[in-house]
């Protein structure tokens, strides 16, 4: 099975980023809840400053 986030970290970030925000609005039809996008949302952070940083 392929790989479906891309390898580029620029890629990643933007794939990250979508995932995210698509997520977060359509928590019900994914059949999340916002508790389950916390660990997820509480990594991007660190991710999404490292990633500028470097």
Not at 13 to 38: E, K, R
Not at 39 to 45: D, F, G, L, N, R
Request: charged fraction near 5%.
């Amino acid at each position: 099975m392929a790989d479906y986030i891309p390898g580029p970290d620029a890629s990643s970030q933007a794939w990250q980023s979508n995932f995210v925000t698509y997520a977060n609005a359509n928590l019900a039809a994914l059949g999340l809840t916002a508790a389950d996008m916390t660990p997820i949302t509480a990594a991007q952070s660190p991710w999404v400053n490292g990633f500028t940083a470097h």
